[in-house]
């Protein structure tokens, strides 16, 4: 029997592409860091940036 593995990285880009699901992530944060005061403010636009 062979599994699939999901990568957390790529779950998360996946998941939070969509601009409705950012609750997911306060509520990930919030539970990583046990701390309930966890508020999103803004999201930025993200862009790559590359270390030479």
């Not at 990568?7 to 939070?16: C, E, I, N, S």
């Not at 409705?20 to 862009?47: M, P, R, S, T, W």
Request: charged residues 30%.
């Amino acid at each position: 029997m062979s599994k699939t593995l999901i990568r957390f990285d790529w779950a998360m880009k996946t998941l939070l592409r969509d601009k409705a699901n950012f609750d997911v992530l306060e509520g990930f944060l919030c539970a990583l860091f046990e701390d309930d005061n966890i508020k999103k403010i803004n999201i930025l636009e993200g862009e790559t940036i590359c270390a030479i």
